[in-house]
């Protein structure tokens, strides 16, 4: 992965001519005056680890997976939000991690986690590194050091039962390995977020990952049926069975946890046979309201695709639902993509019997050259950002959720927030929105904008940003429908669950991480 952008390198392409010009003209984008630094050029502090924890460290795992070079640090630092890109770009590297430290297994991480806590080293554990709130930022100042815990070597499918269709992962493993190996069994997943392409299952399951095809799949969290996870105080198994009624189900004080109360090494999933078939098509509505409307019919009483998404007029005019036609749009009204995945002939049941809904909500059927678009460029968007960057734009995203009834005031809330504090500060912006995810009582919104960097890309973020976490939470939303809380959201997370659920949530750690060691900063406000 680009160490200060998103992805293959090999996969980044520039902004075309015309779409730069467009952004010149209508938000004042201008070439930033430096460009990004290369890697040798970064700011990095000497690191504070002890020569005796890194020996101890390699006891544990080998000498050859403690790594304490520039590289390994500078591919450890933050995640990949656009503050955390815009401040590596420009050499910013002085919250890396001292050392990355690569386990093998579950008893080798219980060992780095009792010499942590002996040693009062901060742990992140690392997965793709795709956070975008946060989630790799931790407050370790108190801390004698800090590591990454990387787990790619945590690799395996470990188990596929075919009877009960379940397959027990573990967390390092990157999706695209985890569907290929799952499918030369006959099954999938079925997950495919924006990150698919580089994050991994154990971040998944810690962030509460939900994807593209969670209409039909579910989301990340639904199919988790159990989980093993180190914690400083040791192992623990939950999940032994699909239901149970014995006591409060523990696998969701680790399912979003961020990696707070301790580290996933492996993960058991529900799976589906692969499907016979796919289908992506396209339909038109006049308004977002018109197309909210359909997409909650269909969520309420069925057939429900397999992807269901609803771009907004001002999502679908550039184009950003079809990445590989932005600026070559100019399409009218707000485009919704439906997706059937299964068996043939169910699919095809499901696709009619969806049509009719669609039409008699007031949609257009456009056929399948829209769906068949967006799902060729489905991951394309975060290159994209990295093109928007380079030209002097600012591009970042934030997402919510709520009930159907609330979503016209939530959507108006944020979008107003977002553009009133740019323009003030200077850079007015596009907003557009989607949604993405959908359920019986209501759905996500999923914004993107994008407005010139100006004189401090990131002081305008942020406060702009914190003007849409307060509207999200005026207007009844959750600060995070799949993003995770991280740093960025933590405030608001706590204002969303009381301080009481805080306390609770504090108590938990105490018990299994009475060092703090975990993630300091990630999910928990500091103790009042």
């Given at each position: 992965m680009a160490w200060n952008g998103w992805g293959d390198p090999a996969r980044a392409a520039p902004l075309p001519q015309p779409v730069a010009a467009l952004l010149h003209d209508l938000l004042g984008v201008r070439t930033p005056h430096t460009p990004s630094i290369p890697m040798g050029k970064v700011r990095l502090g000497a690191p504070r680890l002890p020569g005796e924890a890194l020996t101890e460290l390699a006891h544990?795992?080998?000498?050859?997976?403690?790594?304490?070079?520039?590289?390994?640090r500078i591919r450890h630092t933050r995640g990949k939000s656009t503050p955390d890109l815009l401040r590596i770009r420009a050499g910013d590297a002085a919250d890396a991690p001292d050392a990355v430290v690569l386990p093998a297994s579950h008893e080798e991480v219980l060992q780095v986690l009792r010499i942590c806590t002996e040693r009062r080293i901060a742990v992140v554990p690392?997965?793709?590194?795709?956070?975008?709130?946060?989630?790799?930022?931790?407050?370790?100042?108190?801390?004698?050091?800090?590591?990454?815990?990387?787990?790619?070597?945590?690799?395996?499918?470990?188990?596929?039962?075919?009877?009960?269709?379940?397959?027990?992962?573990?967390?390092?493993?990157?999706?695209?390995?985890?569907e290929a190996l799952l499918r030369e069994k006959g099954f999938t997943l079925g997950h495919f977020p924006q990150s698919y392409e580089w994050a991994s299952i154990g971040g998944f399951a810690a962030a509460r990952s939900s994807g593209q095809a969670s209409a039909g799949y579910g989301r990340f969290d639904e199919m988790v049926l159990a989980l093993t996870v180190a914690t400083p105080q040791g192992t623990l198994r939950l999940g032994r069975a699909p239901r149970s009624a014995a006591g409060p189900d523990l696998r969701q004080l680790v399912l979003g946890s961020?990696?707070?109360?301790?580290?996933?090494?492996?993960?058991?999933?529900?799976?589906?046979?692969?499907?016979?078939?796919?289908?992506?098509?396209?339909?038109?509505?006049?308004?977002?309201?018109?197309?909210?409307?359909?997409?909650?019919?269909?969520?309420?009483?069925?057939?429900?695709?397999?992807?269901?998404?609803?771009?907004?007029?001002?999502?679908?005019?550039i184009g950003l639902a079809r990445p590989d036609r932005i600026g070559t749009g100019g399409d009218s009204g707000c485009l919704v993509i439906a997706g059937f995945e299964g068996e043939a002939a169910e699919v095809a049941r499901r696709r009619e019997a969806a049509a009719g809904v669609l039409a008699d909500a007031g949609g257009q059927e456009l056929g399948p050259e829209p769906g068949e678009s967006w799902e060729h460029g489905r991951f394309n968007a975060p290159y994209l950002r990295d093109a928007l960057l380079e030209v002097g734009a600012f591009a970042e995203t934030l997402e919510t959720a709520t009930f159907w009834s609330q979503i016209p005031e939530l959507y108006a809330a944020v979008r107003t927030a977002l553009t009133d504090t740019l323009t003030a500060a200077g850079t007015p912006p596009v907003v557009m929105?989607?949604?993405?995810?959908?359920?019986?009582?209501?759905?996500?919104?999923y914004f993107t904008v994008v407005s010139a960097q100006g004189d401090d890309a990131v002081a305008h973020w942020t406060r702009a940003k914190r003007a849409a976490c307060d509207a999200i939470i005026a207007a009844g939303g959750t600060i995070s429908h799949h993003h995770g809380v991280g740093t960025d959201h933590r405030d608001w997370y706590a204002a969303e669950v009381g301080p009481l659920a805080v306390d609770v949530l504090r108590a938990v750690k105490e018990r299994l991480d009475p060092a703090g060691i975990l993630n300091p900063g990630v999910l928990l406000p500091p103790a009042r």
């Open positions: 544990a795992v080998g000498d050859a997976h403690v790594r304490a070079d520039a590289e390994s690392f997965g793709g590194g795709t956070s975008v709130v946060g989630g790799l930022a931790p407050r370790a100042a108190d801390f004698t050091g800090v590591i990454a815990l990387d787990l790619r070597r945590l690799d395996a499918l470990v188990e596929v039962d075919p009877v009960s269709r379940t397959a027990t992962l573990q967390p390092g493993l990157r999706a695209p390995r985890a961020e990696g707070t109360f301790g580290v996933i090494t492996s993960v058991t999933v529900r799976v589906h046979p692969a499907p016979e078939t796919a289908v992506y098509e396209g339909w038109r509505f006049p308004t977002f309201e018109a197309g909210t409307a359909a997409l909650r019919r269909l969520a309420q009483d069925g057939p429900l695709p397999t992807v269901l998404r609803l771009s907004d007029e001002t999502e679908t005019m929105c989607h949604i993405s995810h959908v359920y019986p009582a209501g759905a996500s919104l």
